[in-house]
């Protein structure tokens, strides 16, 4: 059966991965709460929907695409939300990285009506959307994440289905708490090659080749610090508001984790030298704003 797609939210990330499935020859509706984001989906053969309700009776899948765990609820649940209209059957896959507690809370109440929910939090950024190359952590039951899987191969490169509703969020948040830390790592390494007198650029390229590369080292620094670009389309308000969900959830298991615990005082610190608007890759000025600030 072919799936009839809403995509609910349609920022950097949804409307790329909206765009993604037009492209894969897909049925995709479009909702966001800006009619210019809405012109923009419809100019990438994303069909426009000014009524959240209306998108969501027209469509057997539902991509949700959202800031925060509480929107996500809202949406879902809320007054005029989608429980009131959704369709037996239909299967809500929410993009968001959001919390445990709220997929499972969302997904126990739309069980009752015969809706699936799975959270499936992605990484690549807005590029990665476009070009159907994200990659994605699924939390849900099994035949679920089966059923979806046509959709979810169009979107992504790599999917791993890790467990049940809510372990694709902690699964995402441990991902973004080490994204966190290697962005902030990387700069203090580099700052340490470029003080003992080698090149940076040079530096970056024998840690990403090394045993301390990552995706900070191969990906982050040579496409948007380095440069100075700092474009990657993910800002510093969204990384802060997951580095605070890793902080929250180690602080509810009661765990003691120095390195987490100093990464998340690190990026709450650094309010006062970057703003929320700006890219997330801008942490690194917090370490050394001469080479990886302004232009020299």
Sequence with gaps: MQHVIGVIGLGNMGRNMAATLVKKEFTVYGFDLSAD??????????????????????????????????????????????????????????????????????????????????????????????????SMVVGGKKATYEHVLPVLEAMTRVRIHVGEVGAGNIAKIANNLLAAAHLITTAEALTMAEKAGLDPEQALQAISAGSGGSAASQVMFPNWVMNKAYNSGFTMALMRKDVGLAKDLVESLGLDLPMAQKTAELWSASVDQVEDSDDFCAIAKCTNPALFGEEK
Aim: some cysteine; charged content about 20%.
């Design 37 to 134: 984001v809405r012109q923009l989906a419809s100019e990438q053969g994303i069909l426009p929907e000014n009524d959240v309700l209306e998108l969501a009776k027209k469509c057997s899948t539902i991509i949700l695409s959202l800031p925060k765990a509480e929107h996500v609820e809202a949406v879902c649940l809320g007054e005029n939300g989608l429980k009131a209209v959704l369709n037996q059957g239909t299967t809500i896959i929410d993009t968001t990285t959001s919390v445990a507690e709220t997929s499972r809370k969302v997904a126990q109440e739309l069980e009752s009506l015969g809706v699936e929910f799975v959270d499936a939090p992605v990484s690549g950024g807005p590029a990665g959307a476009a070009s159907g190359t994200m």
